[in-house]
């Protein structure tokens, strides 16, 4: 629009038909004896009269809904969980098996396709387009494990691959659109909330799988189709009914949140917390005593309707022909796709660059930033897919060229429990990040907490390296916290460098680091190196159904993978701290962060 008042007048000749056709035609000077600008018109009309909502969606409605959206999304972490089962029954080698791991994060960070269609079409249709994808995935896979379909390790890579594109779509559909209807002045704190749930739905769905489908949880060779169909079916279900209260509904700059936000996002942090505790405390439970994983699978599913409760209070859940923000009505409203924007000036109100894809990818510090992640994600997650076979790799020298049954493997709950135990502090990790760095805001930028982030995962990396089985549960304590922080850190730092006007396609870009990262460590230098060393000391492990799968022995199977993974997250930390130092000295190509 040429002017804010010629906007109002257009908009509010909307369902007066008598002038309307008149008002629009002087209003873009159209001729109105030109029949071939009928169809013009009536888009246009089309346009305005939904321009306006007639439902608007509680904003911590959608944070709720937004949460569980998360909690499905963040099923690409689940993959270590059922990948022995699915090794042995369909007789993949550890790089191969891998590399199905690979193209599934690939799937879930290749999510720039994703952003670019978020901005131009929405949080609806992204949302429904990413669970499609997300049944179609898994369906794939399920039926690649029955036999049905093609089950070659690069075809279920492919499967994978659009499974985790759909994550991917979700997860951009959930996070951008509450960081767009929330001030920066929480919008760390609610990233911290979104990204805890995705990283907490590892530790979800392990609790489910152990407890609805024990026979093919990590350590397990059982069949692993049915529980492949539950998540396709629980995904599917969750995905499209938290996808209709995704709505945009105000720009979040310059907004004050009501008096009582503070209170909400502290009891959304306590349900987040508690949701963490349980699945760390029902794991430990079932390792080391012998409780009901099926009784704690339940309670688990009850604890996470909680979050349906957070809105409670913050008024109507849903509102008809009524803003439910009327005292921010006041604030620009978010663009349509007939707006026509000012293109003379590339400044904002504050002075800074208006940034687009284009312009973003242009600047240094965009690459500066995809790097630190691709080093420090991507060594994260080499852990992650193959904790599985580190614990096997540590379980002893005595079990050389020796074949044991699956069900007597040594450490077999470990493996399951320390999976859990990474989603929890992942989660402790995402809720940390986004309250510090909101809270120390005047005193460090989020760069500084880079340094930091990558520092603490190169130390997880180093004791993985050394440690005992035992040992390793105070490493997953770092692995986890340091992994959550990156995922909490990067859309926060993302939105405020390059500003949310063009967030879906710059934090869709940036998802590519994790990918890439995961493909050159765990696939292309532990997948590999573990493959090698298995041929001088290896054990195969019998199925309940027969198959055998070869597993590497000795700690030389990971130590060159982890000490090369140490010291890129090393090169990630120097990275951060060059990034300080060009905002200090005012050289970044970013907007002004804050303590700059």
């Not at 069900?407 to 510090?436: C, E, I, M, W």
Request: hydrophobic share 45%; net charge neutral; with cysteine.
């Amino acid at each position: 629009w040429h002017s804010e008042s010629n906007h109002r007048n257009a908009t509010n000749c909307v369902g007066q038909t008598c002038h309307f056709n008149k008002q629009i035609n002087c209003y873009y000077n159209l001729p109105t004896d030109s029949r071939s600008l009928k169809l013009q018109r009536l888009y246009l009309w089309l346009e305005l009269a939904s321009s306006t909502p007639k439902m608007q969606v509680n904003r911590w409605l959608g944070v709720a809904t937004g949460m569980l959206i998360m909690c499905i999304a963040g099923t690409i972490y689940l993959y270590p969980n059922y990948s022995t089962a699915l090794r042995s029954e369909l007789h993949y080698t550890i790089e191969q098996s891998n590399l199905v791991g690979t193209l599934l994060n690939l799937g879930a960070w290749m999510t720039v396709i994703g952003g670019l269609f978020y901005d131009r079409y929405g949080p609806f249709r992204t949302g429904l387009v990413g669970s499609t994808m997300v049944v179609l995935g898994y369906m794939l896979m399920y039926m690649g494990a029955k036999g049905v379909i093609s089950n070659q390790y690069a075809i279920m890579g492919v499967y994978a691959l659009i499974m985790g594109q759909g994550s991917g779509w979700l997860y951009t559909t959930a996070l951008n659109t509450s960081v767009q209807n929330f001030p920066s002045l929480h919008r760390g704190k609610i990233v911290g909330l979104l990204a805890c749930c995705f990283g907490l739905c590892a530790g979800i769905f392990t609790r489910l799988h152990a407890g609805f489908y024990p026979e093919s949880t990590a350590g397990n060779g059982g069949d692993v189709a049915p529980f492949l169909l539950f998540l396709a079916l629980t995904t599917g279900a969750i995905g499209v009914s938290g996808t209709l209260c995704q709505q945009l509904l105000f720009k979040s700059s310059g907004l004050q949140p009501p008096p009582t936000e503070p209170k909400r996002i502290a009891i959304a942090f306590a349900i987040a917390i508690s949701i963490a505790l349980y699945i760390g405390g029902s794991s430990l439970a079932t390792t080391f005593t012998n409780v009901s994983a099926y009784a704690l699978a339940w309670g688990l599913v009850a604890l996470i309707g909680t979050l349906l409760l957070m809105p409670l209070g913050s008024g109507p859940y849903l509102s008809w022909n009524k803003p439910l923000y009327e005292s921010l009505q006041n604030d620009t409203p978010m663009t349509t796709e007939i707006e026509v924007h000012d293109k003379e000036s590339d400044k904002d109100d504050k002075g800074d660059k208006v940034y687009n894809l284009k312009t973003a990818c242009l600047s240094l510090d965009f690459w500066l930033i995809f790097l630190i992640f691709f080093l420090g994600i991507g060594s994260g997650i080499t852990v992650v897919n193959n904790l599985p076979e580190i614990v096997i790799s540590r379980i002893g020298q005595q079990y050389n060229n020796e074949t044991l049954k699956s069900d007597s493997l040594p450490h077999s709950k470990d493996q399951s429990s320390l999976l859990a135990l990474f989603s929890v502090f992942n989660t402790f990790g995402r809720l940390l990040s986004g309250y510090l760095s909101d809270t120390f805001a005047r005193r460090m930028s989020r760069f500084d907490f880079l340094v930091l982030t990558s520092l603490l995962m190169a130390a997880a990396q180093l004791f993985f390296a050394f440690a005992s089985i035992n040992a390793m549960y105070g490493g997953i304590v770092l692995l986890g916290l340091a992994y959550g922080s990156y995922f909490c850190l990067l859309p926060t730092l993302v939105s405020e460098a390059f500003g949310v006007e063009c967030f879906g396609a710059t934090f869709g870009l940036q998802g590519l680091a994790p990918a890439v990262g995961s493909e050159v460590f765990a696939t292309a230098i532990a997948g590999r190196f573990a493959d090698k060393f298995s041929d001088e000391q290896s054990m195969t492990v019998l199925s309940n159904n027969g198959d055998k799968t070869l597993h590497c022995l000795g700690e030389k199977c990971y130590f060159l993978s982890l000490m090369i993974t140490t010291g890129a997250c090393i090169l990630a930390a120097f990275t951060a701290g060059w990034l300080i130092y060009r905002q200090r000295t005012g050289i970044a190509n970013t907007k002004r962060l804050k303590t700059s």
